[in-house]
């Protein structure tokens, strides 16, 4: 079975409708966890820990997912247009 490891952060947003984050320097990160179940639990548990705050907003990231995109070039520094 293969593994794929998940990172769960967190952070206020300037707005919510909106993934800009207030203070990059106050970015919760969670943990990587190797499964999606386990890092929705930690998600789950920090976004209803912080329910009351509408600016707050946890994600879930696939940390192969985005090796994914790096290698198709999404992101990259490389010469294309």
């Known amino acids: 079975m293969t593994r794929r490891l998940h990172l769960v952060f967190g952070g206020e947003l300037e707005d ?34 912080t329910v009351d705050n509408a600016r707050m907003r946890y994600f879930i990231a696939d940390l192969h997912r985005l090796r994914e995109d790096h290698d198709s070039g999404f992101g990259s520094s490389g010469t294309g247009s």
């Open 16 to 49: 919510p409708k909106r993934m800009i984050f207030r203070n990059l320097e106050d970015i919760d990160i969670v943990g990587i966890f190797p499964d999606y179940e386990s890092a929705r639990d930690a998600w789950k548990a920090n976004a209803q820990r």
